[in-house]
Structures are given as structure tokens and as C-alpha cells.
């Protein structure tokens, strides 16, 4: 989810409040409450008042700050949910080289999605492409097959993370059922309701377990990452960020080895609500930090290091740092994640560490049995959207919620398209180096972008689609339908079809 939704996200897009919080918001502020008279704006402790049916924008701003600053002051606890490691045979382990032992290696296509972050908007857009995957039907030396039976991996965060865990889990059953559970089920009113209830202000368990619950019983009933375990489904990286380092976790059992941890046994509800915690709205998922598993930096993280340092890549030797310091087993005893969209938006930097993992494009290659694939494809999924400020046309200062999303926003979008060509470079870099004269490798970079869409009014009408949990059925059909034309209409992937039928 976006930054600059942290604090508006849940006051814009919810529409007026009702009596419930209104009673509740009333007691909150301590039955103070903003008074207008005369143009001048006075303080007063109303006697048998009532909130407004719809409260002005600066007293839903008080009124939600007043509410985040109380639950601030109730100390909150994490529920540990994670297990410490044990022996186990390597291959039971949701792993990025248990996956590549597994992978197809007789396969002309090495297929990667990355999902954005978004709420629901994001999800949606995400799911439009993988029913166009699955339509798309092309005949390569094996014969015929669907595009989508050939994705290797998928990447994700924040809101791109629930289309990708749940299509990890369900495969095909996913075109059946996701629409009806989750994006048009109005997922936002039970989280939001949480917060307002005063029965959930002294427990010692977070507000996110109200959010972790539902994705359990609702969503991803109870499933754990060794069921996403299934031959033939693609590899699911379920990215958060660390918000003591800022750094990017991937919940894969390579970084979960850091913390001598079980990945197999985790929910995978945990997982995706570690990757949409919005900071401040909802506290962090937290994860035990166990010790006794072993001495000394694991052999992949030795050689992102190698890799970072050949390149000069300073965010890469930062996301080391910050991952080494996992083996401080008594300062960072336990670990706090939130939101993949803080530090990977797009949910493409984390292929990329991927790449390094295994050191190299070179023995990512080999270790995946690629020697045969000719094709590298990277589908983008971006659900971002360029917001419209009217502040240009008056001298009146901008609200708070404006100024907050005109600064984020201006951030996100920049590190969003560094991002893009971060990755775009690298492609090319890495088809041109493991080519061989006898079996050469063609990159396809295909960006799905709301920005791409060229009538004016369907672009507005997307920009103004929020970042929530809770959309209507004409927005979310428009969202499917965009992600569907968006990649039948790429230009790369055009070029895709082509070369297959050129070739086949």
C-alpha cells in the first residue's frame, strides 16, 4: 500500500462515519468538538450533544488522531506464530533452490510476475493478468500450452501479495472463487471496525490480528506455506519490510534460515498481512528471532555480497547489513514487519536480490536448469496511480491530507520508476551474458501500467480508484478488464506471440 495512505486512507475512502463511532469518537475527544460560528472556529464541551451525521475533514482528522495517539499509549504484543528450525529433509522446504531443483527444465520460457502493492485495485489488476495468461494459448518444440502454465515465479507485495498466495494455493480453482472472497467482499469494514471497538483497545494482541484472523477464516483458511508446496505451481516471494532496518524480507526459507526458523509451518495469511501492514493503522507482524541453528553468514548471503560489491550496488550492501544483523540473537530477538510497498512498491527489486542469491545470473541459470530456455520474460503488474491536485488553482493552503500524499507520492512515483529501469537494464544485462552463440536468450521487459491507458476520462477514471480493501463491482470489472487489455495490447508482448509463432 502506498505511504501516503497511512493516515488518510482510512478517513477519505470510508465515507461518513455512523452513530456507533460517532458515540465513540465523541467519548474520544473527551466530548470536545469543533464548533463554527461567525466564520470563527471556537473550542466548546458540548452538554447532551451529538456528533454531526457527516463530521468535517479536520474533525475526522482530530477525531482519528485522537484514537491512534490512545492506542499508542496501550502497550501492544506481536503473536509469535513462527517455530524454531529442526532437521528436515532440504527439499521439503519452500526454498528458491528446492523450487529451481524442481523447476521445468525442458521449458523455451523462463516466466517471472511481479505484482505491485494497492489494496484491492492492485489485486485486481493482477488477476486481469493471470486470466489473460491463462487464455493465451501458444505452441512451443513441446507443443501446445498456456502462458500461465508457464510462470516461474511470482513477486509481490502489499495488496499484489493476496492475488499471488492465493492463486499459490488454489491454482485453477482461483478463476472460480477469488472475485466472490475477496475482491468484492468489502474486506475494509471488519478491519476498520476493530479499531473503533473499545473491547480491542486493552488487548495484549495488536490491532492486526484482527486483520490476520479474517485473511485466515475468510481468505486462505488456514494454510500454511507447505501448501504452497504443489508441483507445478509457481514459486510465490511474499515481500515485507523490516521496519527496524528498512529493508526488504522475502518470506522464503533462505531468509527465514536467518532467523532459525520453520517457513513450512507459518500461515500464509501471516505472511500477506506482513506484506499490506500499513505502519501506524496496524501494528507490525512479528516473528521470533531464534538461536542455536548454526555459526557464520549462510553461502547465498555471502554471494550477494560478492555480487553487490563487484557492482557497487549500495542498496544491495545495505539490505546485507541489514540482513546480517539478524545474527544478533539478543538485540534483534524478535523481528517487527510491515508493509513490502515501503521498500519495494513494485515488488521487482526483490527478483532482482533473488538473481544475487544465487550469485549471479551465470549460476542462477545453471542452479534453475535454464539452459534450455531462449526466452526471459518479466511481466510488471503496476497498480499506481498519478493522483490530480486542484491546489494550482487557489492561493488556499493545501489540507493535510494533500500535502501528505502530494510529498509520498512524489517519492513513491520517482522510486517506482527507478525501480522499472533498474530492472529493464538488468535484463538485458543478464539475457546478453548467460547468450551463447548456439542457444541465444531474448529479454521481454512488458510493463502493465494503469499510466499506459490513453483515453483521458478511463485514465481519470482509474486515478481516482483509491487504495482500499473495499471497491465496488464496476471498479473492480474495470480493473480486470484493464489488466486483460494492458498485456494483450504491450507491445512486448506482442512481440512475445510473435517470436513464439515465428519459431514454432
Known sequence: MQLNELLTTFLVHLGPFNGSHNSLLNGIMKRTMMNRSAGEKTLSLPVGAVFPRILSSMSKLLAFSYLLMFMAGCASYGVIDN???????????????GHAAKSRGNSEILLV???????TRAAALAYGVLQELRDTTVTLQSGPTRLLDEVDTISSVSGGSFTSAYYGLYGEDTFNT?????????????????????????????????????????????ATYADLMVPGRPLIVINASDLAYGIRFSFTQEYF????????????????????????????IVVENYSGCGKGHPDWLKKIYRQASIH??????????????????????????????????????????????????????KLNRLERQSRWVLISVDASTTPIYDMGKTNESPSFSQTISAMSGVQLH????????????????WTEEVSKPENPVISYFIEVSLDAIQDPSKRQFFNTIPTS???????????????????RQNPDFKRLLSDIRESS
Not at 510476475?113 to 489494496?119: D, I, P, V
Not at 515501503?342 to 527478483?351: C, P, S, V
Not at 480493501?469 to 484493464?482: G, P
Open 178 to 222: 477469488f472475485e466472490d472472497v475477496f475482491l468484492r467482499k468489502n474486506v475494509q469494514s471488519p478491519l476498520i471496525s476493530s479499531l473503533f471497538n473499545p473491547f480491542n483497545w486493552f488487548r495484549n494482541e495488536g490491532r492486526m490480528e484482527t486483520a490476520v484472523q479474517y485473511y485466515q477464516e475468510n481468505i486462505f483458511h488456514d
Open 83 to 97: 517455530h524454531p528450525l529442526t532437521d528436515r529433509v532440504p527439499a521439503e522446504a519452500y526454498t528458491f533452490m
Open 469 to 487: 480493501f473495499s471497491l465496488n463491482d464496476e471498479q473492480v470489472d474495470k480493473l480486470i478488464d484493464a489488466g486483460r487489455q494492458l498485456l
Open 257 to 284: 534460515d536467518l532467523l532459525c526458523s520453520d517457513l513450512t509451518d507459518y500461515p500464509v495469511a501471516r505472511a500477506v498481512a506482513a506484506s499490506s501492514a500499513v505502519p501506524v493503522v496496524f501494528n507490525p
Open 414 to 429: 520517482r522510486y517506482n520508476v527507478a525501480s522499472l529501469a533498474l530492472l529493464e537494464t538488468a535484463l538485458s544485462e
Open 113 to 119: 510476475l511481479s505484482f505491485s502493492g494497492g489494496g
Open 312 to 365: 557497487k550496488n549500495e542498496e544491495l550492501l545495505t539490505l546485507v547489513s541489514g540482513l546480517e544483523s539478524y545474527s544478533d540473537k539478543e538485540q534483534r530477538k524478535y523481528i517487527h514487519f510491515v508493509d513490502g510497498g515501503i521498500t519495494d512498491n513494485m515488488g521487482l527489486r526483490a527478483y532482482y536480490d533473488v538473481v544475487s542469491l544465487f550469485g549471479g545470473v551465470d549460476s542462477y541459470f
